[in-house]
């Protein structure tokens, strides 16, 4: 078989991409609130970060099943390239977006206490996925232009054991591997009181930790073959997702936030690749999925603006909640036109090109 044709895309799960996108909007709303609410135990959606666990969950089942039974023949070079055509451009574009949005920003005057050199090597560490914690404003996260890109470093980081370790590993090791990392997570969890860390550089082991667990889960579950049928659909599905995030804080949060990483996630995987979908849902489904990563990579600056204006303007209650919903609609539309207009003609134009290189190379040989 060519390799072009072994580079093909797989079909997909659709429900599990209108999950996607439901925990991506959640993220957003969950990033306007703690705006508001310092105190996330005040924030109806306090436990909104727990969304990128579930990303990392089901990056974890969405790699297995794309990519398990054929890297060997595909290699782990060409492994990589799929991974960076796909994610990379809008790493890139969120950092692009992040310094305009830093450099002009209309609540603050535009004024900016760093360096030139600071500033490019900030605009270069967020390009490349290189931590450099030095922005106070940002409060010292690890990618300051663009701060949900710490969660794309450690998905790069798990994606690199994975092609030169996990995909060979088997199901009793990888099962010890789940298991030792849930170990880690509850050790984490404990010590740190939540699971929100990982963003920024105090807490980084905290994103190791996350990592680890839900990409190793998401990826036994596909190996298992833990595809259960169910009713609940795409809307039952998302009103339990969405419900994991709007828990109350408890005494015992950081358990409570463990145990739902732990099996709650797993189980919504599990659910979801086995869920019915009726037509007129399907195509939600697929919309939700498609801007569900332009979304994460392209909201928080506006979000920063959002914080800046608010100190500067204390809106009322009524008046926040007209703001966060017409912007929560406006990035989305926002999203979708980086789609249309940003990720997909670049991510179009390097996939052509690199099937015309393989064909070459398949030809010459």
């Given at each position: 078989?060519?390799?072009?044709?072994?580079?093909?895309?797989?079909?997909?799960?659709?429900?599990?991409?209108?999950?996607?996108?439901?925990?991506?909007?959640?993220?957003?709303?969950?990033?306007?609130?703690?705006?508001?609410?310092?105190?996330?135990?005040?924030?109806?959606?306090?436990?909104?970060?727990?969304?990128?666990?579930?990303?990392?969950?089901?990056?974890?089942?969405?790699?297995?099943?794309?990519?398990?039974?054929?890297?060997?023949?595909?290699?782990?070079?060409?492994?990589?390239?799929?991974?960076?055509?796909?994610?990379?451009?809008?790493?890139?574009?969120?950092?692009?977006?992040?310094?305009?949005?830093?450099?002009?920003?209309?609540?603050?005057?535009?004024?900016?206490?760093?360096?030139?050199?600071?500033?490019?090597?900030?605009?270069?560490?967020?390009?490349?996925?290189?931590?450099?914690?030095?922005?106070?404003?940002?409060?010292?996260a690890l990618f300051a232009l663009n701060s949900p890109s710490w969660s794309l470093f450690f998905e790069y980081i798990a994606n690199i054991i994975y092609a030169f370790f996990l995909f060979r590993t088997g199901k009793k090791a990888l099962l010890v591997l789940t298991i030792l990392a849930a170990?880690?997570?509850?050790?984490?969890?404990?010590?740190?009181?939540?699971?929100?860390?990982?963003?920024?550089?105090?807490?980084?082991?905290?994103?190791?930790?996350?990592?680890?667990?839900?990409?190793?889960?998401?990826?036994?579950?596909?190996?298992?073959?833990?595809?259960?049928?169910?009713?609940?659909?795409?809307?039952?599905?998302?009103?339990?997702?969405?419900?994991?995030?709007?828990?109350?804080?408890?005494?015992?949060?950081?358990?409570?936030?463990?145990?739902?990483?732990?099996?709650?996630?797993?189980?919504?995987?599990?659910?979801?690749?086995?869920?019915?979908?009726?037509?007129?849902?399907?195509?939600?489904?697929?919309?939700?999925?498609?801007?569900?990563?332009?979304?994460?990579?392209?909201?928080?600056?506006?979000?920063?603006?959002?914080?800046?204006?608010?100190?500067?303007?204390?809106?009322?209650?009524?008046?926040?909640?007209?703001?966060?919903?017409?912007?929560?609609?406006?990035?989305?539309?926002?999203?979708?036109?980086?789609?249309v207009v940003i990720d997909i003609p670049i991510r179009t134009f390097l996939n052509k090109k690199r099937k015309e290189s393989l064909s070459r190379e398949s030809t010459s040989s």
């Amino acid at each position: 078989m060519l390799k072009t044709e072994i580079l093909q895309s797989r079909p997909h799960f659709v429900v599990l991409d209108g999950l996607r996108g439901t925990a991506a909007i959640a993220i957003v709303v969950f990033h306007f609130m703690e705006m508001i609410y310092t105190d996330y135990s005040l924030n109806f959606i306090g436990h909104g970060f727990l969304a990128v666990d579930f990303f990392f969950c089901l990056s974890g089942f969405v790699i297995g099943y794309a990519y398990d039974g054929r890297i060997k023949e595909i290699g782990v070079w060409e492994f990589f390239k799929s991974r960076l055509i796909r994610l990379h451009p809008l790493v890139i574009f969120g950092s692009i977006i992040g310094l305009i949005t830093f450099l002009f920003n209309p609540f603050t005057g535009g004024s900016v206490d760093y360096s030139p050199v600071k500033m490019v090597m900030v605009f270069i560490s967020s390009m490349v996925l290189i931590p450099y914690p030095v922005i106070e404003e940002r409060g010292f996260a690890l990618f300051a232009l663009n701060s949900p890109s710490w969660s794309l470093f450690f998905e790069y980081i798990a994606n690199i054991i994975y092609a030169f370790f996990l995909f060979r590993t088997g199901k009793k090791a990888l099962l010890v591997l789940t298991i030792l990392a849930a170990v880690f997570l509850l050790y984490i969890g404990h010590q740190s009181g939540t699971l929100i860390g990982g963003w920024d550089g105090k807490s980084i082991i905290d994103g190791w930790a996350r990592i680890a667990y839900s990409f190793l889960a998401g990826l036994l579950v596909y190996r298992l073959g833990w595809i259960f049928k169910t009713k609940l659909g795409f809307v039952g599905l998302s009103i339990l997702i969405i419900f994991s995030f709007m828990m109350p804080y408890l005494k015992f949060n950081w358990l409570l936030e463990c145990l739902v990483v732990i099996f709650f996630y797993p189980l919504i995987i599990t659910l979801g690749a086995g869920a019915t979908l009726t037509k007129g849902l399907k195509k939600l489904c697929v919309f939700f999925g498609k801007i569900s990563y332009p979304l994460y990579m392209s909201h928080i600056p506006f979000i920063w603006w959002f914080g800046d204006y608010m100190k500067i303007n204390k809106p009322t209650v009524p008046e926040l909640a007209i703001i966060i919903s017409v912007s929560t609609l406006l990035l989305i539309g926002f999203a979708y036109l980086v789609m249309v207009v940003i990720d997909i003609p670049i991510r179009t134009f390097l996939n052509k090109k690199r099937k015309e290189s393989l064909s070459r190379e398949s030809t010459s040989s």
